[in-house]
């Protein structure tokens, strides 16, 4: 069912073609004067003038095919193989689109994201992690590095740097999810992490690091904290007896 094409070495005559190579050759007869054919020929020049295996992708009538050009010098001609890549060709490009969507929403939101694969090799990444970090590179620096080096990088931002590498050894090892485990940074900011695994059809497939500063937030809960504890002495301290009620009439 596959393609078989046979052609001579000087002016690459046809010299055999099976049925399913019929129709690459129509295709390369209707488009005789165009790039196409031009770059077909090429490809097999390039084949036999350095006597290797090649292999180049041509699209025909909407059907991609990977050939393989194998020259025969002795016998002064060279075969071509070709095989229909177009599924496998549409599933890559399936794929691009999805990583690319997915490295698109990772890159906007907004928390500072880190992904690495089992080797703990980071796989994805964005500014907002290099920003909250004060990493001086950009995002896509970070692809490829060792995360257990990038941590040691940046331990003595946090105040207890020891501690800040054990619980990433000890998460990464239980490889289970950890939701709000606070860090507290040298310059006064407050981190909060988030760890989750990733598990594809129960196979454990790498990790996600997510970082959020919740200085603000913090600081505004310390400063309601302190401002009831205020109020809650001056009116424990008030020569009154007070009940407060709401307006079911409960204290």
Known sequence: PAPVLRFSAQGHVLMYSNKAGNKIIKFLDKNIHSETRGNFIKEIEHSFSNQTNHQFELEVDDVTFLFNAVPFPLNNYINIYANDISEIKKAKQKLLFTNSWLSTIITNL??????????????????????????????????????????????YLFKDPDRFIKRIEEIATLQEPVFADVLEMTNGKILERDFIPIYIKGVFNGLIWQYRDITEKKEQANRIKQ?????????????????????????
């Open 227 to 251: 401002s009831e504890e205020k109020y809650r002495g001056i009116i424990e301290n008030l020569e009154l007896g007070i009940l407060e009620v709401d307006n079911d009439d409960r204290i």
């Open 110 to 155: 907004n928390a500072s994201i880190l992904v690495e694969d089992t080797s703990r090799i980071i796989t994805l990444s964005n500014q907002q992690f290099c920003d909250i970090f004060s990493l001086p590179i950009t995002f896509d620096m970070l692809i490829g590095q060792d995360c257990s080096d990038s941590a040691q990088g940046v331990m």
